[in-house]
Structures are given as structure tokens and as C-alpha cells.
């Protein structure tokens, strides 16, 4: 049994935490936010929506096995495993903000101890463990990396909603500063995680150690870029099928019947903590990066286009009240980081229109907070948007949106038959669905649909 600490409880770090406990070593949680400390402390999630969560917590915490604190000095000064989960976020520019991750390091540092290991999870640019993360945790505590203390990168591999579920099934990385660090630290995880069989892997399931940080980097955001870059072509690809009239799903499936074709679905947007962020961090640390950056300015053009689509479809905006359907950037997960209802809402209001926004696992003040106007089912509105992709909008229809004249799904979840009298752009049409008869439908345009969910 060992004494861990793991900075930062947020929605990958304290499930992280949780599973470490539940495997038998004494967890310290450590976040800067009092309520988050408080809530964790009293065996509380302090989020919705991660399946398993509210039990273990309840379970680790009423057994001793994790406690919170808000001073992570003082609890990694008491441990010999420090796990860093303190998210590095990109600014304006594009650019990599260092400054939260950068005060837990040193938090870390200040406390470490002679023989400590720090497994950094957060999903970094190449070299950032080595040349930036390991000096300052040296300057810190005053100990030498690799003779006093080991440190490692083993990049998160999980998604909010399925967080228990990817620890099982995905192959820990590893990878550190030196091979003594990354073998602690795969040791350390095989004394953690219980992985499920995964016979289409290249070799068993379990702790992966890729030799040195620097790979263990690039494998994660190689990984992640790929699913940006692919996304970017299938919207390419989305495109040009409007132009000559084709349906662009029935391409897909054929085209991905060759197996070396894995084509993704287009997209409205793609959202989330990582697909947006990732590239970024690539180009950060790749100067030379041409195709991670132009993939990442074609599908942030994404949401501005679907909205001229909607004035393809619908005509003028100017005045008339547009329901975005969906604030989350997916379908289940009550979360917004990088969603496209931000961009959809802004183009909106650029075309004049009157932007509202529904979202069934949003209460109306949680919207407001977030910005957005709420939209209830049943208020009478003009036209509307399937942004994400909720099980909900599989059943809506018409009724449920009085007075709309033209939805443009850009999921492809709404069931054509109860859309069969409105003008509807869906996924995969090069023109819209004809509406009832003795109906004229606008000239049609090409929607753009669900973003794989990350895997």
C-alpha cells in the first residue's frame, strides 16, 4: 500500500483518485477549490453525470481510503506518489496557458520528498515533462530529478460519462525522464488498474511504457490530432457533396468498407476538453505544423457555415427567434467546454437573429450563467438548430417548436417522418428533405452532422 496524492479533482482526476483508493493505497485528493475539497471530503461528487462515481466516492471516503485537502504541499510532503491532473488550457492566441499547471507544480515541488515519483497525466506538448515540469520541481524542492525523485508522463486516455469504463479498457501509458521513473511508474499503475481483454491490440492490454516521456507525449496528442484532422477532411468531403447535389453518408459507409478507410461522420462543431485543445498543444511544441492548423480552422468554421445554411434553408434571419437545440458539445454529458452553441449563437446574432438555446440537462439559471438566453419546448419560435446530439431530440418535432419554419439537424437525430411538413437540412442530404405536399421547399444546402463521440 502507498501513499498518493493526486492534484486536482476534477472530472478525470478525482475518478483517477477514486479508482487508486478503491485498489487498497491511501489517496490525499488535492484542489485548490475549497467547495470541491469540502464536497469530495464529504464523499460528495462535485459534478453530475460520471457513471459509478457517486458509490466509490461514498465507499473510499467512508473506509478512510481518500481524504481532500486544499494543501497540496502538505500532502505530497506525506506521499510517495504524486499524480498531477491540473488541466493545461490554451488562451487567445492559441497558445498554451501554463500558469494553473505551473502552481500546482510548485506546489508539488515544495513538498516533495527524497525518493518521490510525479506521474504527470495532464496532456502536454513534447518535452513539456522534461524541460519544463522536471526543472521546476527541482528548483522547488532542491532534490535532483532521476537520482532524488522520478517523474513520468502517462497522458489521461479518458471521457467524462465513461471515465471507470476507459481505465479498464485502454492501455495505460507511460513513459519517463529516465527508464527507472517509467518502470516505478508501471508498476505502480499495474498495482491499480484491472484491464479487460483486448485481443485487437497489437500486444496485451495493461501498462504500456513507451520509453520516454517525449513519446508518451506525442502518442496522446497524436491520437487526438488524428481525430481533429479526420473530422476536418469528412467536412471537406461534407462540402464539396453539397456543391454537386450528393449524399455524403452512403460514401462514407462505402468508402469505410475498404479497411483502410476509417473515415469519421462530418460535424456542426466539435467540442470538449480535448479534440479542440490538442492540436494546439501539437502545434505548440511542432512550429513546422501545417495540417493540424488548417484542420482546426476548418472545423471551427463549421458552426458560421451551418447557420448560412440555415439561410439557404429559411431565408432571412433579421428579428426571428432561432433555438439552438443543445448547449453540451455532445450528446449525455452536461458539459460546454469548446461547445458549438458559443459560435452557433454568435453567428446568429450576426445574421440578426434573436438566438435562444434548449438543453434538456440545463436548467434555465444554468444557461443564463453560461451566457445563453433558455429556451423552453411549447414557446413559439421560427426556425431551429440540432446542435448536440441528445437522445431527447431523436423524438422532437414540429409540436414541440411552435411555428418553426425550417430546422437544420446537424446531428442527423430528428426522425424525418415527424419533420415531413417542415424544410429540413439532415447529415448526408445534398438537398433538403422535400417537406409535405402541395409544400415548396428553399433550395437546399448540405447540414453537417454528430462528431464521433471521444472514444
Not at 446 to 453: L, M, S
Request: with cysteine; aromatic share 6%; charged share 20%.
Amino acid at each position: 500500500m502507498a501513499t498518493v496524492t493526486v492534484v486536482g479533482l476534477g472530472k478525470i482526476g478525482l475518478p483517477l483518485a477514486v479508482t487508486i483508493a478503491a485498489a487498497g493505497h491511501r489517496v490525499r485528493g488535492a484542489d485548490i477549490d475549497p467547495g470541491v475539497a469540502a464536497s469530495v471530503a464529504a464523499g460528495r461528487p462535485p459534478f453530475p453525470g460520471e457513471p459509478g462515481l457517486d458509490a466509490l466516492l461514498a465507499r473510499v471516503t467512508g473506509e478512510g481510503l481518500l481524504r481532500a485537502t486544499t494543501d497540496t504541499t502538505a500532502a505530497v510532503a506525506g506521499s510517495e506518489v504524486v499524480v498531477i491532473v491540473v488541466p493545461l488550457v490554451i488562451g487567445a492566441d492559441r497558445r498554451p496557458d501554463h500558469r494553473a499547471l505551473d502552481a500546482a507544480v510548485d506546489a508539488v515541488g515544495a513538498g516533495l520528498r527524497r525518493g518521490s515519483l510525479v506521474i504527470v497525466e495532464t496532456t502536454l506538448p513534447v518535452h513539456t515533462t522534461r524541460q519544463r515540469i522536471t526543472p521546476r520541481l527541482a528548483a522547488a524542492s532542491g532534490l535532483r530529478p532521476g537520482g532524488d525523485f522520478g517523474v513520468c508522463h502517462s497522458p489521461e486516455r479518458v471521457s467524462s460519462g465513461s471515465v471507470f469504463a476507459d481505465l479498464a479498457r485502454y492501455p495505460k501509458l507511460v513513459g519517463g525522464i529516465d527508464p527507472a521513473s517509467g518502470e516505478r511508474a508501471a508498476a505502480f499503475y499495474a498495482s491499480v488498474l484491472r484491464f479487460t481483454e483486448r485481443p485487437d491490440l497489437p500486444r496485451p492490454n495493461g501498462v504500456w511504457d513507451l520509453g520516454s516521456a517525449e513519446a508518451a507525449e506525442l502518442t496522446k496528442l497524436a491520437e487526438t490530432t488524428y481525430r481533429d484532422v479526420n473530422i476536418a477532411l469528412a467536412n471537406e468531403f461534407a462540402c464539396f457533396a453539397q456543391d454537386v447535389g450528393l449524399d455524403l453518408l452512403p460514401v462514407i459507409e462505402a468508402a469505410n468498407s475498404q479497411p483502410f478507410s476509417h473515415l469519421h461522420r462530418p460535424g456542426i462543431a466539435v467540442g470538449g476538453h480535448c479534440i479542440p485543445v490538442y492540436p494546439w498543444l501539437y502545434a505548440a511544441g511542432d512550429p513546422a505544423a501545417r495540417i493540424p492548423v488548417l484542420a482546426r480552422e476548418i472545423n471551427d468554421a463549421m458552426p458560421g457555415r451551418a447557420v448560412r445554411m440555415l439561410v439557404t434553408l429559411a431565408g432571412e434571419l433579421r428579428g426571428r427567434r432561432a433555438v439552438v437545440l443543445g448547449a453540451a458539445y455532445r450528446g449525455g454529458v452536461k458539459e460546454t467546454a469548446f461547445s458549438g452553441v458559443f459560435p452557433l449563437v454568435r453567428a446568429l446574432a450576426e445574421h440578426g437573429a434573436i438566438p435562444l438555446v434548449h438543453d434538456p440537462l440545463y436548467e434555465d439559471a444554468e444557461l443564463t450563467a453560461l451566457g445563453l438566453r433558455p429556451y423552453r419546448l411549447g414557446e413559439p419560435c421560427d426556425v431551429a438548430i440540432v446542435q448536440a446530439d441528445h437522445a431527447q431530440y431523436a423524438r422532437i418535432g414540429p409540436a414541440d417548436l411552435p411555428g418553426v419554419a425550417a430546422l437544420l439537424d446537424g446531428r442527423s437525430v430528428t426522425d424525418p417522418v415527424l419533420w415531413s411538413g417542415v424544410p429540413r437540412l439532415a447529415v448526408g442530404t445534398g438537398v433538403p428533405v422535400p417537406p409535405a405536399p402541395k409544400a415548396t421547399a428553399p433550395g437546399g444546402d448540405h447540414a453537417f452532422g454528430e462528431v464521433p463521440a471521444p472514444a
